[in-house]
């Protein structure tokens, strides 16, 4: 039902992942093996099914690749809506509607693990959202070291600080705006970037300072954030 398609290469080699590309015919009646849907999603659109089904598969496999010889449990959903993975494992899954892509890492090396997909947006829709996800100084440098227009280099920041959210929440439980972290630092040829914290938020999440991996491709930014056990930037 899903094909296969190339993992983001955002992460380094022992992290475990998988990707399908999802076809605009999908149907969401024909269930995924091995994944059953929410009560929560029992009303929700076609697509949306779609794209759980696909994000879950995705989880399955990044598993069963993690760890071939161990029995994979579902990956269930908690009252946040956030992916609930077996023990000794963090992971983290994303979706656009034509791609779906999940990441898994042992807990014993990783704290946890954040994967992101953003299509790049409209002109207009970066100007809408452009003061609640980034300052201008921050997109501007961004977009300045990388070579993008001021839509790409936005996509990029807002994929960047929702791969760290999902690396750091689960565990923390603790939110935070897009507002409190900022990129400090971007190379381009190592496709490698760092967030940094407020002292507040520091304190909270263990470091101030967390680094990632990105691409651009597909017409999507793409970014990846692990928190190792002793993270360091």
């Known amino acids: ?29 024909q269930m995924v093996a091995g994944v059953a849907l929410p009560a929560a999603l029992a009303r929700a659109t076609a697509k949306r ?12 496999r990044a598993m069963e690749r993690s760890a071939p010889a161990s029995p994979v449990g579902a990956v269930l959903q908690d009252a946040d809506g956030a992916p609930v993975w077996p023990a000794g494992l963090v992971g983290s899954i994303s979706h656009d509607e034509g ?12 704290r946890g693990i954040g994967v992101d997909i953003e299509p790049v947006m409209s002109r207009e829709i970066a100007a809408e959202i452009a ?26 920041v807002f994929s960047m600080k929702e791969s760290l959210f999902k690396a750091l929440f689960p565990a923390s439980r603790r939110h935070f705006d897009y507002l409190d972290c900022e990129v400090v ?15 507040a938020f520091a304190a909270v999440f263990g470091a101030a300072e ?5 691409e651009l491709a597909d017409g999507a ?8 056990r002793r993270n360091a930037p």
């Open 1 to 29: 039902m899903f094909p296969r398609a190339r993992d983001p290469d955002v992460f380094p080699p022992t992290v475990s992942r998988w990707s399908v590309t999802i076809p605009e015919d999908a149907d969401p009646a």
């Open 49 to 60: 099914k779609i794209q759980f089904f696909a994000g879950r598969l995705c989880a399955l």
């Open 99 to 110: 791609f779906a892509t999940a990441a898994v890492a042992s807990s014993d090396a990783a």
């Open 131 to 156: 003061q609640i996800v980034a300052g201008e100084a921050e997109t501007w440098r961004v977009a300045e070291a990388a070579g993008l227009d001021a839509a790409e280099a936005l996509t990029l």
């Open 185 to 199: 630092r971007l190379d381009p040829g190592k496709r490698r970037f760092v967030l940094r914290f407020s002292p």
């Open 210 to 214: 967390f680094a990632g991996r990105y």
């Open 221 to 228: 930014a793409r970014t990846g954030v692990l928190v190792a």
